[in-house]
């Protein structure tokens, strides 16, 4: 029997406890031993649910037991997360997480303790939901050179943008409801202001590249500034308005991360993605585009990823998955990308664009700083890149 816990009991960690009772039979099975749940960490009284026999609100009862094999931490935040990991993988126990913010903060340093105490530390669930997308990364596509990433990474920006556009429901209703439903964080600004989808897309890049990529070193736009209008005369043209982070490799070898709205041409697959849903596209050198899509949040989608890492880790018990990434890329900054853009404004096209309804146009490709610069001049009331 192997034996597990779960630190942080709410929709993530009661989603992993569901999947064990709805698929214990099954988990068993593959695993060749049944997979227990042994403890649920959490501050709050869980004596009324029928997980009261396991709860315990002390972490030194799991660091201390020599029978525990894995801890999902469904914590959050970088903080208790962070000190309740280190003390796990220190006390020789795998760890299994979703958390975003610690991995794309603290990844690094938690990858270095796991290699020494050889342990796991995997973190399928913190990037795309229930989407194997990491995995399929540094594991199916390792003899690629990685060229770009690209993707909807937010499932709550994407639930409230088609809400909004297609459902007419305002911004406050929208939110609300990916609330309910369990998207959103605990602070619904990390979503709104991109920085969940800026966490996400710097692991992508520490997998794909090998080098650290912190979020506070990348430039993240959210979709509070977004005007209705502008989703309006993008789509009339052909596009729809998606929150991309995208990362790049440079020709001189540098890299790039950014998160924004942007415009996407409607005849590509990223542009039908809508909901909850999440899809990230991966250009290798060898295989050309490939593209992952599925749930990107939720109790049970997400539940499902850190299951399979708990199996994942349980099956590598004496040869720990090798993950790691070293210090600091070398990055290029938002403003030297050469990209298309969207500008609005009720000015004559300047020479080299396309003309669009309502005064807007897009340009001809030019870096975000000469764009800046183009929209400046112009007085133009909106700037929004445009994918390729
Ligand atoms: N708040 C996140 C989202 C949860 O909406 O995508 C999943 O990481």
Same mark, same amino acid.
Do not use: L, M, R, S
């Given at each position: 029997m192997a034996n597990f816990a779960i630190m942080g009991f709410g929709t993530v960690g009661s989603g992993v406890a569901e999947v064990l009772r709805l698929n214990g039979g099954s988990i068993a099975e593959k695993l060749g031993e049944s997979l227990n749940l042994k403890y649920i960490l959490d501050v709050r009284d869980l004596s009324a649910t029928p997980y009261a026999g396991v709860a315990?609100? &002390?972490?030194s009862v799991l660091e201390n037991d020599p029978d525990l094999d894995v801890v999902v931490e469904s914590?959050?935040? =970088?903080r208790v997360a962070l000190e309740f990991t280190r003390r796990a993988l220190l006390a020789g126990k795998h760890v299994v997480t979703s958390n975003k913010e610690l991995v794309a903060a603290h990844g690094r340093e938690l990858l270095a303790i796991a290699r020494e105490k050889n342990v796991n530390y995997l973190f399928e669930a913190s990037v795309g939901g229930g989407i194997p997308v990491l995995r399929p990364l540094f594991q199916c596509l390792a003899g690629n050179r990685i060229e770009e990433i690209v993707g909807i990474l937010n499932g709550t920006t994407n639930y409230i943008l088609t809400r909004m556009v297609k459902g007419g429901v305002p911004f406050d209703e929208a939110l609300k409801e990916a609330q309910a439903r369990g998207? =959103?964080?605990?602070?619904?600004a990390a979503d709104v202001e991109g920085l969940d989808a800026g966490r996400k897309i710097c692991i992508l890049s520490d997998l794909a590249w090998g080098k650290e990529v912190l979020p506070e070193k990348i430039s993240v736009q959210g979709i509070s500034g977004l005007d209705l209008k502008d989703v309006a005369i993008a789509s009339a043209a052909g596009y729809r308005v998606k929150l991309l982070g995208r990362a790049v490799k440079l020709s001189d070898g540098r890299q790039a991360a950014y998160v924004a709205p942007h415009l996407v041409p409607? &005849?590509?697959?990223?542009?039908a993605v809508d909901d909850v849903f999440n899809a990230i596209m991966i250009r290798g050198n060898a295989v050309g585009d490939v593209m992952f899509y599925g749930r990107g949040a939720g109790d049970l989608p997400t539940a499902s990823a850190v299951m399979g890492d708990i199996l994942d880790a349980l099956q590598h018990r004496e040869k720990r998955r090798n993950l790691g990434w070293s210090e600091s890329a070398p990055l290029a900054g938002f403003d030297e990308l050469t990209m298309r853009w969207y500008l609005r404004g009720g000015f004559p096209a300047p020479a080299g664009c396309a003309e669009l309804s309502d005064g807007a146009v897009i340009t001809g490709a030019m870096t975000a700083k000469e764009a800046g610069a183009l929209a400046e001049r112009l007085g133009a009331a909106a700037l929004l890149p445009v994918l390729q």
């Open positions: 315990v609100k &002390d972490f914590i959050g935040g =970088a998207y =959103a964080e605990q602070n619904p409607a &005849d590509c697959p990223v542009a």
